[in-house]
């Protein structure tokens, strides 16, 4: 019976299962079907669906996503197949980039303490700080070419008091897509009941910030929906993104602490064109454990789920 070996990180209470063995992840995930999904037809997506199994939080492992180790092909050291909860491919996430950072400078796989990590849409260079405890570290990223588009302000009985005065908006296309909803106060916002609505007004499905401006000078403050996740503690390209609306309409500078539920990152933004601007991101990152799995027995639990 084969055994699959992760570590799980977290950036901000974002949390993310590392698989530094692709070819192990493939094995597994072949192996995991045989005990969970066989019924299911030719073509089935084997990495996502253990993606998903070992992120439930109740017959799996739990975290937000899974991040896997591939070979680099496009110019980076290492490569970065992300996987969110639900199973689906996901073209980046800034804490997840964060926490891959580590995990592979601590496995002696690069050097270290930069490292350029390929993504679905490019490579991103990290910077790994160590702070001088084993599996901890400040890890900033570069996040790429943010482009900001206003849309027409939303309300919704669901969003307290924008039926009276509507919300501005904004999308934001971060390499994965946001939508951006800035907030008189935090206060009373059911993140859980309006994050899948609006999560759905985009084809495809988007990630969803509510943000207000505060509480202090250079300070924003947000809670998250994010697609193929749902409610998350904190999400890295949420706060570049949110941090990239709020500065593209006056409201924010372009170096700003972005409190999430989990924590807070910094958020440095670059270029002559507010609606057009590069964006890194800098905060904690912890490692929480090590792991092995048995595929077999996921599939067993994971198909126990699916029959309930």
Known sequence: MSM???VKYQGLGNDFLVALDGQE?????????RHSHDHRASG???????ARALCERHTGVGADGLLVLR??????????????A?????ETSGN????????VIEAGLVPGPQVAIETDVGVRQAVVASNGASGCAEVSVEMGCLKVTSLSPVADVLLPGSVALPWPAWFVDAGNPHLVLLAPSLHAVAIAEVGPMLERMREGGQNVEIVTDGPGDGEVSLVVWERGAGVTLACGSGSVASAAALHSAGISADRVLVHNPGGTAEVVLSGDDPFDVRASLAGPVRRVARIDVEPAELG?????????
């Open 4 to 6: 699959l070996t992760l």
């Open 71 to 84: 070979s680099a092909d496009s110019g980076g050291e290492v490569r970065m197949e992300l996987r969110n």
């Open 96 to 103: 997840g980039l964060r926490c891959f950072a580590l995990s």
């Open 44 to 50: 089935t997506d084997r990495v996502g669906e253990l």
């Open 25 to 33: 992840v493939d094995a597994g995930a072949e192996e995991m079907s």
């Open 86 to 90: 639900d199973g689906g491919r996901a």
């Open 300 to 308: 067993r639990s994971q198909a126990g789920l699916d029959a309930s």
